[in-house]
Structures are given as C-alpha cells and as structure tokens.
C-alpha cells in the first residue's frame, strides 16, 4: 500500500475524510497539442478524494468509504476513459480525459451524489495522480461550496 501526502485544502468543517482510489485505465487525448497522449495508453491513476462536513449521518458516517468507491472506481477501473460518453463527451475539448477533466468529473460526480444527503456533505478536494511525476488538484470554487 503505497501512502502519500496530500495538498491540504483549507477549511472550517468539523469532519474530513480522505479515500483514496488506484484505477488502472487507458485514454487518449484526441487534440495536435497532445503529441503521442494522442495514441490510447494507459496510467494507474491515484485518486484522493477529500470530504468534509459539520454534521454525520445515523450512522455516524460523514460518507461511506464503499460509496465513493462505487461512484468512481466501479465505473472507471479497467475501463477505457474515452468510452465514458456520459463523463466524457470527447467532441468538447473541455471533455476530453486529461487528468484535470478526471478530476473535475470526478468532484462533479461525487458532490451530484452528496447533495442528496440530508447532512450535505462537501467535496472540497479531488487529487488525481496520473504518473509518479505528475498529479492534478480540482478544488471548487469558494462560493460552489
Ligand atoms: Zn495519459
């Protein structure tokens, strides 16, 4: 199990909780600006997701561990990004899978299922690790959260 440091996101909330996830998956950048991203190839993506809140649900979870495993990892592990057509619509260059597109459909993603939690739980963080060199942070907005 590999452990690494995380940026930390500055926040006021009570209760944070950090899940991380290794997905083996493939991609290609279908853009001139992309050089040889444009050939499909494949990462084992780290993704961090950070969750806070002020208050736990019933079961004194701010979120489950499982369920965020499910929004992202099910449906992402060895899988081809580019068929994602409901995360990743590949004739928007703002949609194709870079790392930060991951990390913004992921944030998307998980947050659509936190609100309907009666507790509302905040996305503040997604990490995504797409080399042992390279690593993209989404954060909202201050006033998306
Ligand atoms: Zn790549």
């Known amino acids: 199990m590999m452990h690494q440091l995380y940026p930390q996101v500055w926040h006021?909330?009570?209760?944070?909780?950090?899940?991380?996830?290794?997905?083996?998956?493939?991609?290609?950048?279908?853009?001139?600006?992309a050089g040889s991203c444009a050939?499909?190839?494949?990462?084992?993506?780290?993704?961090?997701?950070?969750?806070a809140g002020d208050e736990l649900d019933e079961s004194g979870f701010l979120v489950n561990f499982q369920t965020l495993k499910q929004l992202v990892h099910r449906k992402l592990d060895h899988t081809l990004l580019n068929d994602h057509s409901d995360w990743f619509d590949g004739h928007d260059p703002n949609r194709f899978p870079t790392s930060e597109v991951v990390a913004r459909t992921i944030y998307e993603t998980i947050q659509r299922y936190l609100d309907t939690l009666p507790h509302k739980p905040k996305c503040l963080q997604v990490f995504v690790r797409e080399t042992p060199t390279s690593y993209v942070v989404y954060r909202p907005k201050a006033g998306e959260r």
């Open 12 to 33: 006021d909330y009570r209760y944070e909780l950090n899940k991380d996830m290794h997905i083996a998956a493939a991609h290609f950048i279908p853009h001139e600006a």
């Open 39 to 51: 050939n499909v190839h494949g990462h084992t993506y780290i993704v961090n997701v950070t969750v």
